[in-house]
């Protein structure tokens, strides 16, 4: 009888007795990480440490500086910072996870706050971590979990645990405290050292830690006051229509109510954008060029059209300038260290050709406008345009809100908007619905009805836009005038009914089935919402089809 097995890992080979643990494998590697290993996959499927190994395998390990070791990561953190919150202010008091914000997540605790408990909590989770607890995944009958939560007035875990069918679900737990989650877990809360608490005001803190984006340490919390504003104003909203977690908006499917969120959501998000062109015209004296941006899927295609409608409305004429059409010639874009084109780079835009022919648009003159031939990566000039007494100039494109574009014009003349799908609802009172994720959903949908890619090649791109937004995008959006929330309350149900059949299409032994899992583990309690009542105007077309503006 064989009583070891052959791990191969990292470009070493052991030999370990069957049946040992991928913590204790990953004690073996740890000096090769900046990190404590959080997380393992073997022969590529995700486990957690604790499992045992009882045949060969090819092991992986993850610290938080990749993806799934920082989801990993963070939801233990979350975990950590209910306990110390148990541990000190007594079982009845708790934490709402809210959303990211400044490379951490904005959470909101059921009492009173101030920067004195704040540091208390740090400190007791620094307490937990120095004791080394163990954090132990158990499987529980799903009935039992619901009596437990409803016992402990955790009810918005009792309530989302009700849309779900399985007979067993997974709990974790921290001594006596128990709790469900959608992420993966590490096994020992010694591993979940690195991280910070910052006092925002109220009853709110940012929980911090390192990043995939920012791996070298947590950087000194900045706060973004109007990104956070706008997330209060979704969370109002979601508050006063009693929408504030999946289960919620479950409720409102299954009562038939659905018609009229849809109506309310729709109006409110026009009248936002409304407000948005009556500021610009209020200004129209002053402001010349509006800029654009922000991340991809964000719809950012139908907030620019309907915007120039509502310019129209009022008496301007909007006119569009297609930043993508200022590229450097092919033979001038810089590469990246793997050879590639980097066509995120703003040095990839002929600026100082932007420049000068919007200049000369504000003088009065007409402009001979470039095309840009990417199929011969030159610019080609045919087009003319010259600006009106009642023109105004839109310029959408990821680098809209830097500053080096058109660096010449002053400040006043330009109000730039930064949008982006804020999402607030959450599937329970810890675990948070993402931004990104709602984004990437958008994506999936979008790419395979309008370009036939697979899920397979937007999940394969995600890393490498991801990447981009963080380096051309996120920086600048505190430069923003105005910031434009495109998230609907109710589009995860209408998201669902399109992404959730493209998941399952894919293969178990694609490289990207553990995203796909992931994602299919999110979806899965959000009850599917049908799209004949969106209206053909709404942001959410652009992504699902059917919108006014593809026929125009």
């Not at 007594?90 to 490379?103: A, L, M, N, P, W």
């Not at 479950?250 to 849809?262: A, C, M, P, R, Y």
């Not at 703003?346 to 000369?360: C, N, P, R, Y």
């Not at 948070?432 to 697979?454: A, Q, W």
Request: hydrophobic share 35%; charged share 30%.
């Amino acid at each position: 009888m064989i009583d070891t097995v052959i791990i191969r890992t990292m470009d070493e080979e052991i030999e370990v007795p069957k049946g040992t643990t991928l913590l204790e494998i990953s004690k073996s590697f740890k000096e090769k990480f900046k990190y404590p290993i959080l997380l393992a996959s073997v022969n590529g499927v995700y486990k957690e440490l604790s499992e045992k190994v009882d045949e060969d395998a090819y092991v992986l390990f993850f610290d938080l500086t990749s993806r799934i070791g920082s989801r990993t990561h963070i939801a233990g953190l979350t975990f950590l910072i209910i306990k110390a919150v148990k541990n000190l202010f007594g079982k009845e008091e708790t934490i709402f996870v809210e959303h990211s914000i400044d490379k951490g997540i904005y959470i909101e605790t059921s009492f009173p706050l101030t920067a004195e408990k704040v540091s208390a909590i740090k400190e007791e989770m620094q307490k937990l971590v120095e004791k080394n607890l163990e954090i132990k995944r158990m499987n529980v009958e799903r009935l039992d979990a619901i009596q437990y939560f409803e016992k402990t007035k955790n009810f918005s875990k009792a309530k989302i645990l009700r849309y779900n069918t399985n007979t067993y679900i997974t709990l974790y737990r921290i001594e006596n405290l128990y709790d469900y989650f959608y992420h993966y877990m590490p096994v020992e809360t010694g591993l979940l050292k690195d991280f910070n608490l910052t006092y925002v005001s109220g009853n709110g803190l940012v929980l911090q830690f390192p990043t995939v984006y920012e791996p070298d340490g947590i950087k000194e919390y900045e706060h973004h006051e109007l990104l956070f504003n706008v997330f209060k104003q979704a969370r109002n909203f979601g508050e006063t229509l009693k929408i504030e977690t999946v289960a919620d908006l479950n409720e409102f499917v299954s009562t038939g109510k659905i018609k009229d969120l849809i109506r309310m959501d729709e109006t409110l998000q026009n009248n936002r954008l409304l407000e948005i062109a009556k500021t610009i015209y209020s200004k129209k004296d002053k402001v010349k060029v509006i800029l654009l941006a922000g991340p991809s899927s964000s719809g950012k295609t139908t907030t620019t059209l309907k915007l120039c409608m509502y310019l129209r409305s009022l008496g301007l004429e909007p006119k569009m300038l297609s930043m993508d059409d200022y590229f450097v010639e092919r033979k001038d874009t810089p590469r990246l260290p793997n050879g590639d084109y980097d066509f995120d780079t703003i040095k990839a835009l002929d600026t100082q050709l932007l420049d000068k022919q919007v200049a000369e648009l504000f003088e009065g003159k007409e402009v001979t406008l470039p095309t840009f031939n990417f199929f011969t990566g030159e610019k080609e000039f045919k087009n003319k345009m010259q600006l009106g007494p009642n023109d105004i100039l839109l310029m959408e494109g990821i680098h809209a809100l830097n500053n080096e574009i058109l660096a010449n014009l002053p400040r006043s003349s330009k109000y730039k908007i930064y949008l982006s799908a804020l999402t607030e609802l959450k599937m329970d009172q810890h675990n948070r619905f993402s931004t990104t994720d709602n984004r990437l959903l958008r994506r999936i949908t979008r790419d395979n009805r309008t370009r036939g890619y697979s899920v397979e090649h937007t999940l394969d791109v995600w890393p490498n836009v991801r990447k981009g937004e963080e380096e051309n995008i996120f920086p600048y959006q505190d430069d923003a005038d105005v910031v434009f929330n495109t998230e609907l309350i109710y589009e995860l149900g209408v998201l669902k009914t399109y992404a959730e059949p493209l998941l399952y299409a894919v293969k178990e032994d694609a490289p990207c089935y553990e995203e796909v899992k992931r994602l299919l583990n999110l979806l899965h309690l959000i009850l599917p919402i049908p799209s004949e009542d969106i209206p053909d105007d709404s942001i959410l077309r652009e992504f699902v089809g059917g919108s006014y503006f593809d026929a125009k």
